[in-house]
């Protein structure tokens, strides 16, 4: 049994064998050993949403709102946290984010990704938040360009 070289998920190329999982990881261990905290929200939520079935499908359905909010609204993390409220704490959330094989996001349509985790990663740690800010940017144009936002 050999490996899988794309990910069926966000359609990445695998084939320098490292996954997305992998890419994700190596985010989030730039993030804690460079302090490099500010977009991390930016980070969790991109990469949930080009890997929807790591979310609930009620979690992939909110997250577009939050992400334009950050983007395009100025809204920061802890506004929307907020005004989301208990929506978005795990403990009172009226629904829950993580999504199971039964139980997960997907997209109506499909989506063409121009940015993916493993693009953030080769742009390298220097860039990593305008390169994480320019990933979710992307995800959102992607996301209007398939036709997967109505709103
Ligand atoms: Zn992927």
Not at 41 to 62: D, I, N, T, W
Not at 113 to 122: A, L
Not at 132 to 144: E, F, G, N, Q
Request: proline residues 6%; negative net charge.
């Amino acid at each position: 049994m050999s490996a899988p070289v794309s990910c069926h998920e966000c359609g990445a190329d695998w084939h320098d064998g490292q996954t997305c999982t992998d890419h994700f990881h190596t985010l989030l261990f730039w993030e804690f050993d460079h302090k490099l905290f500010d977009v991390h929200y930016l980070l969790v939520a991109s990469y949930h949403m080009q890997h929807p079935a790591l979310y609930s499908p009620e979690a992939l359905k909110e997250a577009p709102g939050l992400m334009i909010g950050w983007l395009e609204q100025g809204k920061h993390p802890h506004q929307t946290r907020r005004e989301f409220g208990p929506a978005v704490q795990s403990d009172v959330r009226p629904f829950r984010i993580t999504g199971t094989p039964e139980h997960h996001g997907a997209y109506m349509h499909p989506v063409t990704w121009t940015m993916r985790v493993g693009d953030v990663v080769r742009r390298g740690i220097d860039a990593y938040y305008d390169s994480t800010r320019a990933w979710a940017a992307s995800i959102l144009a992607s996301l209007r360009a398939s036709g997967n936002m109505m709103a």
